[in-house]
């Protein structure tokens, strides 16, 4: 894609292929029922309050564990009302991105009524019957889900959240263009939903159409410059675009990094990781090497900040092999399924070729 070598140039805030009920009884609630008086929650328009925007933000910035431990001191009850649906909903999320199904479910409950818990649980039963080749099942699932939107309130954050759950199993299930109408991103600028937006920014990235993702970003900054997700709008594209624009990523994640909510916290790593991803972009190989220390000094077992390490210490001269390769064992042996440790693995086996060849 044009990109860095570094795994960390994925959006750092959204669960991509991370996506993680099967059998569940998450099933379409009656219309009649999932604003009734005697639902446990009566789903009305929904005003943000501070301990949603901090969950949210904790999410947007991939620290899961973070927004996890948030969600749980703000709703230790669970579910009992609008607030408390919608932190434990980010932290479910969050749950998902870290590939904690079980986690996700018992945050929401396998028997949730509310449209937007049951898309995450929806995603999850996908994402189960991905792994498990149930390709019947999976499209089931994403008719479900599809279904929810006709139950959700337009402009209610619901509503954007259900609208993104529905298009990244789109995109997962291989209906790219399908998941961007969607959306509501087809390089027209034309949606009002940021997270709907960041991700069809990402999937045009991943399909290589930059200056649609351009123009998406573009039009987001005219609605909310000052967001968290246009700002890793902004950077994502000038990772992919490289050059000049890097260094406009690197500003951004640098910033993030200096976020009072996040800083001197593990929830501050992932910020730090974009950061050494941009500094590598631009050959400082000392500087990427000095912020992910710092990173894996807040959280050694970060997984994505020791698969940058084992990156950049191929790139620096004054680190041998040996030590290169005990860190890409430690990510291996955390993420052994991961696209990253088969790309090793295959590159192996072809430098183990080449050299039985020669010989």
């Known amino acids: 894609m044009g990109r860095t070598p570094i795994e960390a140039c994925n959006p750092p805030n959204f669960e991509i292929s991370r996506f993680v009920h099967l059998g569940s009884t998450a099933t379409l609630a009656p219309l009649t029922d999932w604003k009734s008086p005697r639902s446990p929650v009566a789903y009305c328009a929904f005003i943000m309050e501070s301990s949603v925007f901090e969950a949210q933000s904790l999410f947007y910035q991939s620290a899961y564990s973070?927004?996890?431990?948030?969600?749980?001191?703000?709703?230790?009850?669970?579910?009992?009302?609008?607030t408390s649906l919608i932190l434990l909903v980010y932290a479910a999320r969050a749950a998902l991105a870290m590939g904690d199904i079980a986690g996700a479910r018992q945050l929401l409950g396998d028997d949730s009524e509310q449209p937007v818990a049951m898309s995450v649980l929806l995603l999850a039963d996908?994402?189960?019957?991905?792994?498990?080749?149930?390709?019947?099942?999976?499209?089931?699932?994403?008719?479900?889900?599809?279904?929810?939107?006709?139950?959700?309130?337009?402009?209610?954050?619901?509503?954007?959240?259900?609208?993104?759950?529905?298009?990244?199993?789109?995109?997962e299930n291989g209906d790219t263009q399908n998941a961007l109408e969607t959306l509501g991103v087809i390089g027209a600028g034309g949606?009002?939903?940021?997270?709907?937006?960041?991700?069809?920014?990402?999937?045009?990235l991943e399909i290589q159409r930059v200056d649609l993702a351009e123009k998406e970003y573009l039009a987001a900054r005219?609605?909310?410059?000052?967001?968290?997700?246009?700002?890793?709008?902004?950077?994502?594209?000038?990772?992919?675009?490289?050059?000049?624009?890097?260094?406009?990523?690197?500003?951004?994640?640098?910033?993030?990094?200096?976020?009072?909510?996040?800083?001197?916290?593990?929830?501050?790593?992932?910020?730090?990781?974009?950061?050494?991803?941009?500094?590598?972009?631009?050959?400082?190989?000392?500087?990427?090497?000095?912020?992910?220390?710092?990173?894996?000094?807040?959280?050694?077992?970060?997984?994505?900040?020791l698969a940058n390490q084992g990156v950049v210490q191929s790139l620096a001269s004054d680190v041998t092999v040996p030590e290169a390769e005990s860190t890409t064992n430690m990510y291996a042996k955390t993420e052994p399924a991961s696209a990253l440790v088969s790309f090793w693995d295959t590159k192996r086996y072809e430098l183990e070729q080449a050299v039985a060849a020669m010989q």
């Open 66 to 82: 973070g927004c996890i431990e948030f969600a749980q001191t703000h709703a230790p009850n669970g579910i009992t009302d609008n």
């Open 126 to 171: 996908f994402t189960e019957m991905k792994r498990s080749g149930d390709d019947a099942g999976s499209e089931d699932v994403i008719q479900q889900l599809i279904m929810l939107l006709d139950v959700v309130e337009p402009g209610e954050l619901a509503a954007e959240i259900v609208r993104y759950q529905v298009g990244l199993a789109l995109h």
């Open 191 to 204: 949606s009002t939903e940021l997270e709907c937006i960041a991700l069809g920014v990402h999937i045009l």
């Open 222 to 305: 005219k609605q909310n410059d000052d967001s968290i997700l246009v700002q890793y709008m902004e950077a994502w594209i000038g990772l992919v675009r490289g050059g000049r624009a890097t260094q406009q990523a690197y500003y951004v994640y640098d910033e993030m990094s200096q976020n009072t909510m996040i800083a001197h916290t593990r929830n501050m790593v992932p910020s730090l990781v974009g950061k050494a991803v941009a500094q590598a972009a631009q050959n400082d190989v000392p500087g990427a090497t000095n912020t992910l220390n710092e990173a894996l000094a807040l959280d050694p077992q970060h997984t994505l900040a």
